[in-house]
């Protein structure tokens, strides 16, 4: 009968805690559309603009309270841009002093109002593009309406949606990385 004798390997001691293994790891470099980089700005930026045309478009037609899906879209655009020009002004605020905006709790604020300010963005423009839809293919009734005006304000609503989902996708990755 063949059996195998057992062998003893000894086992090294872990290395001593030193003062190098308590330095913090170096982080990769921010990724631009990160909150305090120059592509976060430019990102915030777009939201606000786009959210405020939608906003101007939509609120200068005379009929659109009639339309509860209308009145949401100046609701989620007005809430839109309120939240990307704050933002805006943190990243100006940032990048002016240096800071870095990667605290683990102001990335779960942005990530966390990036999410609901972009899903009720997205909500809102699929809602009026339906009634847009409506209105100007399936009624007929353009001519009585401001069916170009509607259409305009829907699609600046959905580009402003466009612009805050990334910002969304690289904060909620940023947090989820940590």
């Known amino acids: 009968m063949s059996v195998s004798n057992a062998s003893v390997h000894p086992v090294d001691a872990p290395p001593l805690q030193t003062e190098a293994a308590n330095v913090p790891r170096v982080r990769m470099k921010d990724v631009q559309g990160m909150p305090g980089t120059i592509g976060g700005f430019f990102l915030r930026f777009a939201q606000f603009v786009?959210?405020?045309?939608?906003?101007?478009?939509?609120?200068?037609?005379?009929?659109?309270?009639?339309?509860?899906?209308?009145?949401y879209l100046v609701a989620?655009?007005?809430?839109?841009?309120?939240?990307?020009?704050s933002l805006g002004i943190l990243d100006v605020y940032a990048l002016l002093v240096g800071r870095c905006l990667q605290?683990?709790?102001v990335v779960s604020l942005f990530a966390v109002g990036d999410g609901?300010?972009?899903?009720?963005?997205?909500?809102?423009?699929?809602?009026?593009?339906g009634i847009t839809?409506?209105?100007?293919?399936?009624l007929g009734v353009c001519s009585q309406?401001?069916?170009?005006?509607?259409?305009?304000?829907?699609?600046?609503?959905?580009?402003?949606?466009?612009c805050a989902l990334p910002s969304f996708l690289l904060n909620f990755w940023s947090l989820a990385s940590r």
């Not at 786009?50 to 009145?71: N, W």
């Not at 989620?76 to 020009?85: D, E, H, T």
């Not at 609901?116 to 593009?129: D, G, I, R």
């Not at 304000?153 to 402003?160: G, I, Q, V």
């Open 50 to 71: 786009f959210a405020v045309v939608s906003l101007c478009v939509m609120s200068t037609t005379g009929d659109f309270p009639s339309v509860t899906a209308f009145c």
């Open 76 to 85: 989620a655009a007005a809430f839109q841009s309120l939240w990307s020009l």
């Open 103 to 105: 605290n683990s709790r």
């Open 116 to 129: 609901v300010t972009s899903t009720l963005t997205f909500a809102a423009a699929c809602a009026s593009a």
């Open 133 to 138: 839809v409506l209105i100007g293919n399936d």
């Open 145 to 162: 309406n401001h069916c170009l005006e509607f259409e305009t304000a829907t699609a600046m609503a959905f580009l402003s949606w466009f």
